[in-house]
């Protein structure tokens, strides 16, 4: 049994144009007690190529028929419409903030997380945000081994937990770690190509997911900042075969305009 590279997932580029969007690092802590927000809708451009996505937000990032196994996805190019938000409580004595919103980051990435989480400042020190992650509105295809007819998509949901370090010391350097548990809503990865039940459990995409991330942020004539970022990935799934461990990279590239914000990000799994 082979795996083909053709159904590794490869995000060449992404581009969101979004009203008064918040920096990558983490937005501010008010210095006023009392709730803020935002809802900030945006559009944009995403090329992405993929034979084990489905669907993102209603968006079709791959064939529902494909000929072979050894057939490389062809890249997928659409406008893409989100709506960012976020509803917060600040305590400005004590540098606390409580919220609930969508993760930026996440969508860029094609997982439309919620968090619902807290902020601490510690002055010098940095700032420290710790949340809980959920989501459920991907769509992967059931057995993406299906060849000569239409695939059927299922959902992949995940929930885990966020923490993150952002001021390091002072500076602009921000640290991230996340655990997903992935749930595969219909998970029948090799039923179509006639494998034992042992044969397919080695490609079950259940698991676990671990992230370690770090970025660094460059700003420059005060309205662009340019952040490299490393992610080290251990992707524990169920199946031996899906299981994997990596590197990835990434430069995602911000303008603060008003009233128009520009974010772009160039990846590269490893």
Avoid: C
């Avoid at 791959?62 to 996805?73: A, G, H, R, T």
């Avoid at 439309?112 to 020190?125: D, H, I, R, S």
């Avoid at 992967?140 to 390091?168: A, C, E, F, H, I």
């Amino acid at each position: 049994m082979r795996l083909k590279g053709a159904f590794q997932v490869t995000l060449l580029s992404l581009v969101l144009v979004i009203a008064g969007s918040p920096a990558l690092a983490l937005d501010p802590i008010p210095k006023q007690s009392g709730f803020s927000g935002f809802i900030q809708p945006g559009v944009g451009y995403l090329s992405i190529e993929s034979n084990t996505v489905a669907k993102v937000l209603s968006f079709e990032l791959s064939d529902k028929k494909i000929s072979d196994l050894d057939e490389e996805p062809d890249s997928k190019s659409t406008m893409i419409a989100t709506i960012p938000y976020k509803i917060a409580y600040t305590f400005a004595g004590s540098r606390t903030q409580v919220f609930l919103g969508t993760e930026l980051g996440d969508l860029l990435s094609f997982d439309t997380a919620q968090q619902l989480g807290v902020k601490q400042e510690f002055g010098a020190l940095g700032v420290f945000q710790a949340g809980l992650l959920f989501s459920g509105t991907t769509r992967v295809w059931k057995d993406p081994y299906v060849t000569g007819q239409n695939r059927d998509d299922t959902s992949r949901g995940n929930m885990g937990g966020q923490l993150v370090w952002d001021k390091v010391f002072g500076s602009n350097l921000e640290l991230e770690y996340s655990l997903r548990k992935v749930d595969i809503g219909s998970e029948k990865s090799g039923e179509f190509l006639g494998l034992t039940n042992s044969e397919q459990d080695r490609l079950d995409r259940n698991g676990t997911v671990h992230r370690l991330s770090a970025g660094y942020a460059f700003k420059f004539g005060g309205q662009h900042t340019l952040t490299p970022q490393i992610t080290l990935f251990s992707e524990d799934l169920d199946g031996e075969a899906m299981a994997n461990t990596g590197v990835d990279f990434q430069l995602t590239y911000f303008y603060d305009g008003d009233p128009i914000s520009w974010r772009s990000r160039l990846r590269r799994p490893g």
